[in-house]
């Protein structure tokens, strides 16, 4: 038996090496905050104008910067169906279309139209939150005060990021938004913020997280498809809600390699 092990495992081992060795796409998933705040969140960011001189001499800082990831297809969050995108665009290009303060104007179309690409790919899809469900378990069963303390954690988040924004560039924020210890911290506050609530026969709490997870697996699924070619280099530009469940699926895809943001901002004496 341990021959036969033995032979299993070295058939297995020069497989696994040259799926690791073999040229893979590239994935880089961009977390944002929102620049234009829509005000969709449960907990809004409060941020200043993007289309301000400062903040546009800033964006060009940002646009270089991704510039070095050399991106082969741009993914925005709008809907994977959305007509919208594309009819902008093409106004984008045609010099008919102004760019408003959306990140999805001021990194995708702006670095998509620098980069000379005729298309932008819209990936988004819409999924179940069902926060009020969970809200509710909880005061159903007198945990009301613990449910809240939770969700005040992310609203302290929020403001933090806030902060951070208004005392540094545009940049030097996604670089923060981007870095492995933020996006673990709000992965993490799903867990702690939602997961106690439930028991048999009423998962309010895991039903909220796996409809959140199952969201995000849609959207890297339109992702995948745009991968054509090992040589392909995706940029995923995404409220940063969404960047470390993101990072988690793309990381476990053995077909793609994954990239972080701060691989393409270092500066002199950094």
Not at 22 to 33: C, E, N, S
Not at 69 to 77: D, S, V
Not at 89 to 115: F, S
Not at 166 to 187: C, G, K, M, P, W
Request: glycine share 8%; net charge positive.
């Amino acid at each position: 038996m341990r021959k036969i092990g033995l032979v299993g495992v070295l058939f297995l081992v020069p497989a696994v090496v040259a799926t690791q060795s073999a040229k893979r796409a590239q994935i880089l998933v961009l977390g944002t905050y929102h620049m234009a705040s829509p005000g969709k969140d449960l907990f809004n960011s409060k941020v200043d104008d993007v289309m301000a001189d400062k903040r546009q001499r800033e964006m060009t800082e940002v646009i270089e910067a991704l510039k070095r990831f050399r991106p082969t297809k741009i993914a925005i969050e709008a809907h994977v169906g959305s007509g919208r995108v594309a009819r902008e665009y093409k106004n984008y290009l045609e010099g008919k279309y102004t760019l408003t303060a959306n990140e999805i104007d001021q990194l995708g179309y702006r670095l998509a139209k620098e980069l000379g690409h005729k298309t932008i790919y819209a990936v988004d899809e819409d999924g179940d939150f069902p926060f009020y469900r969970v809200r509710n378990y909880a005061i159903a069963n007198g945990r009301k005060d613990q449910f809240e303390a939770g969700q005040t954690v992310v609203a302290t988040r929020v403001k933090e990021q806030d902060a951070f924004l208004a005392s540094h560039t545009i940049l030097e924020t996604l670089e923060y938004l981007n870095s492995d210890a933020d996006a673990r911290r709000a992965v993490g506050e799903y867990y702690t913020g939602f997961m106690p609530y439930g028991e048999p026969y009423e998962y309010a709490g895991p039903d909220l997280i796996a409809s959140w997870f199952q969201r995000n697996l849609r959207i890297y699924n339109n992702v995948r498809a745009l991968v054509t070619s090992p040589d392909d280099r995706i940029l995923v530009i995404y409220g940063n809600g969404h960047l470390g469940w993101l990072r988690q699926i793309v990381s476990g895809d053995p077909a793609v390699q994954l990239r972080n943001l701060n691989e393409f901002t270092k500066r002199d004496g950094r």
